[in-house]
């Protein structure tokens, strides 16, 4: 007998959900840390908006905000690929 997690994932893999689904928890994940790491007033004036390549592009409202990200923009992407276990970031792209 499978176990219930294996069976989905395979699921997943063949029917290809399975980069939908990491693609949506590795924003999710991404709003969470910014929301634990830098706090609500920054995290108001960000939005992750797709990834492609292993970039995930990030719309901010200001270079201000930008410049801020560039000093934790490295930390955020080894946490994420750390939770997941597996490189789903190469690299954030931010823009205006």
Do not use: W
């Amino acid at each position: 007998m499978q176990h219930i997690k294996n069976l989905l994932n395979r699921r997943l893999k063949e029917s290809g959900f399975d980069k939908n689904v990491k693609t949506a928890l590795v924003i999710k994940e991404f709003e969470k840390l910014i929301q634990d790491d830098l706090g609500g007033n920054i995290s108001q004036k960000v939005k992750p908006l797709y990834i492609k390549n292993k970039i995930l592009i990030v719309a901010c409202l200001s270079s201000v905000i930008v410049q801020e990200f560039v000093f934790y923009k490295q930390n955020i992407i080894e946490k994420i690929n750390h939770k997941f276990e597996e490189e789903l970031l190469k690299d954030i792209k931010f823009t205006v």
